[in-house]
């Protein structure tokens, strides 16, 4: 069976900034991957060099057959020191929008994906809910320099990521750093404290959640208030929580804590991203490892596609109507074709919501290159290109090829 998508389907990949630029030296992420005692596998360093090899990326991702490319602002390349705005790197990036619309790519830019100028992170950062005025005066200065050229607008990456960390089990309660000695010696080394330092997914969940929730919908306003007529909204990090038996009550508190307060505020965005990539199983206790005789790949979660589909029903019932981009979807795999079976099997969930009056509008594949993972540094290869660290040099995978014709068509078979 054959579905075609609706005219004006958006199809695209996404990376972020500290992901793939490279030397983000500024930003509180860089502090803590050369912290003493670091749990991060392995620093950034030159990442991809996408700060200086954007155009050729943006150039193969058209080739390969997308129409948008999601990617984030660097808050500490554009406010390195508060109150000291840089115009380079504001134009350099206002390069990168005309670099997309050069290219005929729908340039859709996020305002803050994870990392935050060292300033700001060991001074309260998000644990701080004083600090969202900061947020919004780089936010209102950004938009004022590049909104003309913006095609769509996200506020925050999964600004919800750190209470599902904690609902789902992955961190404690009070955040990785109130058990992770490097992000102590981080903050030390650096003139702050461990209770003062707020670098976002390491600290207080519960903090987090809050002020990131009033940072969106604050910096919304702000957002659309410069220059340039575009849409705007959130994305989220949404797992398909699944119960058990006996385990529905302890679901439903996770969703609770983790999904609704953010769905519940996107009814008055422009549109909600959803971010998918596995499921999480819930007891009578509460969450529970993989199950048996499913695969687990190299982040830690299960293989299971099947969970967007979940997630998108999910958002659409609680978000009540706002339309859904699928921000993030994909797998990271050393196999290509477990990647496109993933991607197949994903984007038929997709349809079927679609068939059942979902308005889903575009869907973006994380990522587009392979690049850095965080704490996991570059173990995890979910890039359609792979990147020679060695030489950058960019080799398009098979599953770039299968999914970007899935694009140039707008239909897909099923």
Not at 46 to 56: K, V
Not at 235 to 243: E, H, K, R, S
Request: charged share 25%; proline share 5%.
């Amino acid at each position: 069976m054959s579905y075609g998508f609706p005219e004006g389907f958006v199809w695209g990949t996404a990376t972020a900034a500290h992901q793939v630029e490279g030397n983000n030296v500024g930003s509180d992420f860089w502090l803590l991957e050369h912290a003493e005692g670091t749990l991060f596998r392995e620093p950034s360093g030159d990442a991809c060099d996408h700060f200086h090899r954007y155009p050729q990326d943006i150039a193969l991702l058209k080739q390969l057959g997308f129409g948008a490319y999601r990617f984030s602002l660097e808050w500490a390349r554009i406010e390195p020191e508060e109150g000291r705005f840089s115009v380079a790197a504001l134009d350099h990036y206002r390069r990168m929008l005309a670099s997309c619309h050069e290219h005929g790519v729908k340039p859709c830019v996020t305002f803050h994906h994870f990392t935050s100028p060292r300033w700001f992170a060991l001074d309260g950062g998000f644990e701080d809910r004083a600090n969202v005025d900061r947020f919004l005066r780089f936010c209102e200065r950004t938009v004022r320099h590049l909104g003309d050229l913006i095609d769509t607008a996200y506020t925050i990456n999964e600004a919800n990521l750190t209470a599902t960390l904690a609902a789902t089990g992955v961190f404690p309660k009070g955040g990785l750093k109130s058990v992770a000695s490097f992000v102590k010696h981080a903050a030390e080394r650096h003139g702050s404290t461990l209770e003062r330092f707020g670098p976002f997914l390491l600290g207080d969940p519960m903090k987090l959640r809050d002020t990131m929730l009033e940072a969106h919908v604050r910096s919304r306003d702000v957002i659309k208030s410069g220059p340039g007529s575009f849409p705007v909204g959130v994305t989220l990090a949404m797992q398909d929580y699944q119960a058990v038996p006996g385990g529905e009550a302890q679901r439903d508190r996770a969703r609770a804590e983790s999904f609704d307060p953010f769905l519940e505020a996107a009814r008055k965005d422009d549109f909600v991203g959803v971010q998918t990539y596995s499921r999480n199983r819930f007891d009578a206790n509460g969450p529970i490892g993989p199950e048996d005789g499913v695969p687990v790949l190299i982040m830690g979660y299960e293989l299971w596609p099947e969970a967007l589909e979940h997630t998108i029903r999910y958002a659409a019932s609680v978000a009540q109507g706002v339309p859904i981009y699928v921000t993030e979807n994909g797998i990271g795999t050393t196999d290509d074709a477990q990647r496109i079976d993933y991607e197949r099997r994903a984007l038929a969930g997709m349809v079927r919501a679609m068939q059942d009056g979902i308005d889903v509008r575009g869907y973006f594949y994380w990522s587009l290159m392979d690049n850095f993972e965080w704490l996991f540094g570059y173990g995890p290869q979910f890039g359609l290109v792979a990147v020679d660290r060695e030489t950058q040099r960019r080799t398009p995978k098979p599953s770039a090829e299968w999914l970007g014709a899935i694009a140039r068509a707008n239909a897909i078979d099923l």
